[in-house]
């Protein structure tokens, strides 16, 4: 069986464009186009619904005491169930990660996403209502909403980014959109701690968000497209670039292989690196601020600033080490596979590390644990271009769908986390129960780290295509056109042939002809 002259070329320049024949003109995409707006659009949902994620663990104070605001006239509630009320989010969170994906997979993300958004935002908007009208059972109930509609939210926008994502541009892409959740955390904490304190009291921070969310929604319906194809502004070469550099140029329903992806071990792989790494950053999100006040004596002032701290190294570190995995990858400086695993290794081991030694500095070097900390945020946001891009090298047509399973499977342990720490941290003020809590940390790093290394790939799997006729191929031949459609001079003649549908059988069928051959890269 033999290769279409323009399916090898096409295969050489994905990996190494410095390599392609001379005969063959390359197409390079766009330096600003349409699939870097889309990208745009991504990060800035991430940011704000992140933003109305976290709005409400600073509000609730303010909700809950009449001294944070300058306007005496803002309402104040003595609700009991506080922790009820902040954990609600989650209740809905976990539950719609599949059905979301198998519904985006059916009906377009596109349409689902500004759904899922325009809930969220509603939502975030009635939380002062809801309180005022119907109390702390009203708050759940918005809050549960949220969580419903943002739990479809990560296997979209993988979904979007295996039609949007050119491979040579994966890395970059990817750690560019889901950053946007970092940055949401940047600036939600102290921005709504400054409202809240303002004239206009905590319900101005919840219609503030919730007002953003509905902007994005109306961006994203005139801006957004579910893939190349349907975008009504894309130029011919961007589509062209983007569909050849992913080995398709039309959508095609896929039935999700569900046996063979749950008998994947590269799938599970992702999924176990996603649990450690996820366990780790749920270690240091909700204990951090706990540990900086009560085992290193910062005044609860500093504290917001200090926790935010790791945040800024995390985004900053995203886009510095995307940029080189690309690099890396692009150059053919290392493989695919062999960059996934080195940057998912500085996002596990590295925090490993570092959360170990915060275990053993005295109280009296302080300092040095807070940069410690600042670290180790910049050395998760290695995961960023290591394993969660990496379901779109597995499967473009059903990385969605692996998305809500891993992402489902991850918020049940980040859930988890909590609670151990609750159950070993029984002293606060003991910092040996902080260690244990930190060494353990590290094993689970460490573990999962080490089953990624051992059965992690980056090839795209057989079953990405299953439901697909695959079994022959027709003889033909490639044309070359440039992006304005022009044929490209002196290519030598080249002999396709058709592959039979019994491997073993011999071939059928010579074709002599002009190979013209068009690569967009």
Same mark, same amino acid.
């Given at each position: 069986?033999?290769?279409?002259?323009?399916?090898?070329?096409?295969?050489?320049?994905?990996?190494?464009?410095?390599?392609?024949?001379?005969?063959?003109?390359?197409?390079?995409?766009?330096?600003?186009?349409?699939?870097?707006?889309?990208?745009? =659009?991504? *990060?800035?949902?991430?940011?704000?619904?992140?933003?109305? !994620?976290?709005?409400?663990?600073?509000?609730?104070?303010?909700?809950?005491?009449?001294?944070?605001?300058?306007?005496?006239?803002?309402?104040?509630?003595?609700?009991?169930?506080?922790?009820?009320?902040?954990?609600?989010? *989650?209740?809905?969170?976990?539950?719609?990660?599949?059905?979301?994906?198998?519904?985006?997979?059916?009906?377009?993300?596109?349409?689902?996403?500004?759904?899922?958004?325009?809930?969220?935002?509603?939502?975030?908007? =009635?939380?002062?209502?809801?309180?005022?009208?119907?109390? +702390?059972?009203?708050?759940?109930?918005? !809050?549960?909403?949220?969580?419903?509609?943002?739990?479809?939210?990560?296997?979209?926008?993988?979904?979007?980014?295996?039609?949007?994502?050119?491979?040579?541009?994966?890395?970059?892409?990817?750690?560019?959109?889901?950053?946007?959740?970092?940055?949401?955390? $940047?600036?939600?904490?102290?921005?709504?701690?400054?409202?809240?304190?303002?004239?206009?009291?905590?319900?101005?921070?919840?219609?503030?968000?919730?007002?953003?969310?509905? %902007?994005?929604?109306?961006? #994203?319906?005139?801006?957004?497209?579910?893939?190349?194809?349907?975008?009504?502004?894309?130029?011919?070469?961007?589509?062209?670039?983007?569909?050849?550099?992913?080995?398709?140029?039309?959508?095609?329903?896929?039935?999700?292989?569900?046996?063979?992806?749950? !008998?994947?071990?590269?799938? #599970?792989?992702?999924?176990?690196?996603?649990?450690?790494?996820?366990?780790?950053?749920?270690?240091?999100?909700?204990?951090?601020?706990?540990?900086?006040?009560?085992?290193?004596?910062?005044?609860?002032?500093?504290?917001?600033? =200090?926790?935010?701290?790791?945040?800024?190294?995390?985004?900053?570190?995203?886009?510095?080490?995307?940029?080189?995995?690309?690099?890396?990858?692009?150059?053919?400086?290392?493989?695919?596979?062999?960059?996934?695993? $080195? *940057?998912?290794?500085?996002?596990?081991?590295?925090?490993?590390?570092?959360?170990?030694? $915060?275990?053993?500095?005295?109280?009296?070097?302080?300092?040095?644990?807070?940069?410690?900390?600042?670290?180790?945020?910049?050395?998760?946001?290695?995961?960023?271009?290591?394993?969660?891009?990496?379901?779109?090298?597995?499967?473009?047509?059903?990385?969605?769908?692996?998305?809500?399973?891993?992402?489902?499977?991850?918020?049940?342990? +980040?859930? $988890?986390?909590?609670?151990?720490?609750?159950?070993?941290?029984?002293?606060?003020?003991?910092?040996?129960?902080?260690?244990?809590?930190?060494?353990?940390?590290?094993?689970?790093?460490?573990?999962?780290?080490? *089953?990624?290394?051992?059965?992690?790939?980056?090839?795209?799997?057989?079953?990405?295509?299953?439901?697909?006729?695959?079994?022959?191929?027709?003889?033909?031949?490639?044309?070359?056109?440039?992006?304005?459609?022009?044929? %490209?001079?002196?290519?030598?003649?080249?002999?396709?042939?058709?592959?039979?549908?019994?491997?073993?059988?011999?071939?059928?069928?010579?074709?002599?002809?002009?190979?013209?051959?068009?690569?967009?890269?």
């Amino acid at each position: 069986m033999v290769n279409s002259a323009a399916g090898a070329i096409a295969k050489s320049a994905q990996l190494d464009v410095m390599k392609t024949p001379p005969n063959v003109k390359l197409h390079i995409g766009p330096l600003f186009g349409c699939r870097h707006a889309q990208i745009i =659009l991504y *990060f800035s949902l991430m940011t704000i619904t992140y933003c109305t !994620r976290t709005v409400l663990s600073v509000g609730i104070v303010a909700m809950t005491n009449n001294s944070t605001s300058t306007n005496t006239d803002i309402p104040t509630y003595h609700w009991q169930n506080q922790s009820v009320v902040l954990s609600a989010f *989650f209740w809905g969170y976990v539950v719609l990660q599949i059905p979301a994906a198998m519904a985006g997979k059916k009906l377009g993300a596109k349409w689902l996403l500004v759904g899922m958004a325009t809930v969220d935002s509603v939502s975030c908007l =009635l939380v002062p209502v809801s309180a005022e009208y119907l109390g +702390s059972n009203g708050v759940i109930v918005c !809050r549960v909403a949220q969580g419903l509609a943002q739990g479809g939210i990560s296997p979209m926008l993988h979904m979007l980014l295996g039609h949007w994502a050119p491979p040579s541009e994966r890395s970059v892409m990817g750690s560019f959109a889901y950053s946007g959740s970092v940055f949401g955390n $940047i600036i939600a904490l102290p921005l709504t701690g400054l409202i809240c304190s303002s004239c206009w009291g905590w319900p101005a921070a919840f219609f503030a968000f919730g007002a953003l969310g509905l %902007l994005w929604v109306i961006a #994203w319906t005139l801006l957004g497209a579910d893939r190349p194809g349907l975008h009504r502004g894309i130029t011919s070469c961007e589509k062209k670039y983007i569909e050849s550099s992913l080995g398709h140029t039309e959508h095609q329903e896929h039935k999700t292989p569900w046996r063979r992806i749950l !008998r994947s071990m590269p799938f #599970w792989a992702v999924t176990v690196s996603f649990v450690g790494a996820n366990w780790g950053s749920s270690v240091l999100q909700t204990q951090t601020p706990t540990y900086l006040y009560k085992i290193l004596d910062y005044d609860i002032k500093s504290n917001s600033l =200090l926790s935010a701290a790791p945040y800024v190294a995390m985004l900053v570190g995203s886009f510095l080490l995307s940029v080189i995995c690309d690099w890396l990858i692009n150059r053919q400086i290392v493989s695919r596979i062999a960059a996934r695993k $080195i *940057f998912s290794t500085i996002g596990t081991i590295l925090p490993a590390m570092s959360l170990t030694a $915060i275990g053993f500095i005295p109280k009296e070097e302080a300092t040095l644990s807070v940069v410690i900390l600042i670290l180790n945020g910049a050395f998760q946001s290695g995961g960023f271009c290591g394993y969660q891009v990496n379901h779109m090298d597995l499967s473009p047509n059903h990385c969605g769908v692996l998305m809500g399973i891993t992402n489902g499977t991850t918020s049940v342990f +980040s859930i $988890i986390s909590p609670l151990i720490v609750q159950f070993i941290v029984t002293d606060q003020r003991n910092q040996r129960m902080w260690m244990t809590i930190f060494i353990t940390t590290a094993c689970v790093y460490l573990a999962t780290d080490l *089953f990624y290394l051992i059965f992690g790939s980056a090839d795209v799997q057989p079953w990405n295509d299953q439901g697909e006729d695959d079994s022959t191929t027709n003889s033909t031949t490639t044309a070359v056109t440039t992006c304005t459609g022009a044929p %490209l001079p002196n290519v030598p003649p080249t002999k396709t042939t058709a592959a039979p549908a019994d491997a073993q059988s011999n071939v059928s069928s010579t074709t002599d002809s002009r190979a013209n051959l068009n690569v967009y890269i």
